[in-house]
Structures are given as structure tokens and as C-alpha cells.
């Protein structure tokens, strides 16, 4: 068994697997999911997992250069927003029309379903390098 990190199989897989700038989504529980790409469903009921601990939870085993958010969180959600900001840490932000991030969910590794019942509670992460 491992010992740290993330302990789904599923987001293991696809983390171990990314490459510099590859992508993968954090989705609230209401953001459609391409039927071609690959779909970690965590959510069990509405708020569990949250957004933000599943973020967490990815940003201590990710190398991340980029996030992209929404442009609408700005007004819709900005207490979630204020905790992506926090976790991030510095890492740049690129804000995208609400449309626009659907379009890029298509080009994703995966993406992870949460609980989160909040509007706009989307990020994508691109992939950093460790070196």
C-alpha cells in the first residue's frame, strides 16, 4: 500500500502518467465531461469531496506551472476563487471565458469529479516539470 500521496488508483495513474503541459480538471459536480475523455467520478454526494480539499489533496503530488480558471468565478464564486489563490501559491493564473475552459476540458488527461455543489468551482492544472 502506499505509504503518501494520493491513494486513488485512478488519479495515481493519470498523475504518473502527465507530461510537461499535459492537463487534467478539477470539476465541480455539475460541469460536463466530454465523452472521450477519461472521467475520475470521486463524488458521493452534494459538497463531498469538496473542490478545494481535492485541489489540496493534487497540488502536494503535482508539479504545476499554470492553472486556469474561469473568468465568471470572479463574480460567481470568489470566496472559492480566494482558496484556489491561497493553495496556489503564486503559481500563475490564466482566466478563461466559462466556455472557453469546456472547450479545453477536451484536451485534458482526466477529468476529476468532485461533490462541489458551488458555481465555477472548475480549475485546470498544467503540468510543471519536478526538475
Avoid: W
Avoid at 46 to 52: E, H, K, M, Q, R
Avoid at 105 to 129: D, F, M, Q, S
Amino acid at each position: 500500500m502506499k505509504k503518501q500521496g494520493i491513494l486513488n488508483s485512478h488519479i495515481s495513474e493519470v498523475l504518473s502518467r502527465l507530461g510537461h503541459t499535459d492537463t487534467i480538471v478539477i470539476a465541480d459536480c455539475g460541469l460536463p465531461i466530454p465523452d472521450d475523455t477519461i472521467r475520475i467520478d470521486l463524488a458521493i454526494k452534494l459538497g463531498t469531496p469538496s473542490f478545494i480539499e481535492t485541489l489540496d489533496a493534487l497540488l502536494q503530488d503535482m508539479a504545476v506551472e499554470k492553472i486556469t480558471l474561469a473568468n465568471e468565478i470572479n463574480e460567481y464564486n470568489p470566496n472559492v476563487k480566494g482558496e484556489v489563490l491561497t493553495l496556489t501559491n503564486g503559481i500563475p493564473v490564466q482566466y478563461v471565458s466559462h466556455e472557453q475552459f469546456k472547450e479545453q476540458t477536451k484536451n485534458a488527461k482526466a477529468v476529476i469529479r468532485t461533490g462541489e455543489a458551488t458555481p465555477y468551482a472548475n480549475i485546470i492544472l498544467h503540468a510543471g516539470v519536478i526538475f
